[in-house]
């Protein structure tokens, strides 16, 4: 064999190579973007920037995770009203949405128990004396 065969057959190699890599990856499933409306929450994150900054200039943390109790504990003011995104970034279809109502006591537990266990972010948006609040919590379990 000479060279100029090695060299034909080394870039037929490399072609073969390359389409079999573009083949699986047209053929994968399950791509998919992580939010719907991606570019229209986008633009609003700046909101979304402020409210984490306003909850940090409070210097309170108010998502703990019991992990005996597999439960998520909120410490918020009686009475506050919000929502709780459980966020699974690897798959859209498991996050859920809760409502938060706020009890006499404040603190509020949700058990995650029943959840897949894995990576989850707990989103946690609230209003308290008329001013919007936003935190964030990673969670493996």
Do not use: C
Request: charged content about 25%; overall charge negative.
């Amino acid at each position: 064999m000479n060279w100029g065969t090695g060299i034909l057959l080394s870039i037929i190699g490399f072609i073969v190579i390359i389409m079999t890599m573009v083949v699986i990856s047209v053929r994968m499933e399950g791509i998919e973007l992580v939010t719907e409306g991606y570019y229209e929450k986008e633009i609003a994150y700046q909101d979304q920037i402020d409210k984490e900054q306003i909850t940090l200039d409070q210097n309170r943390d108010v998502i703990s995770f019991d992990s005996q109790k597999q439960h998520l504990i909120l410490d918020l003011p009686a009475g506050v009203k919000g929502t709780l995104h459980l966020f699974r970034p690897s798959n859209a279809e498991l996050d859920q949405r809760l409502a938060i109502d706020g009890n006499n006591k404040g603190i509020i537990e949700v058990p995650v128990d029943k959840l897949k266990k894995g990576y989850w972010k707990a989103q946690l948006n609230w209003v308290e004396n008329g001013v919007e609040f936003y935190q964030e919590k990673k969670l493996n379990f």
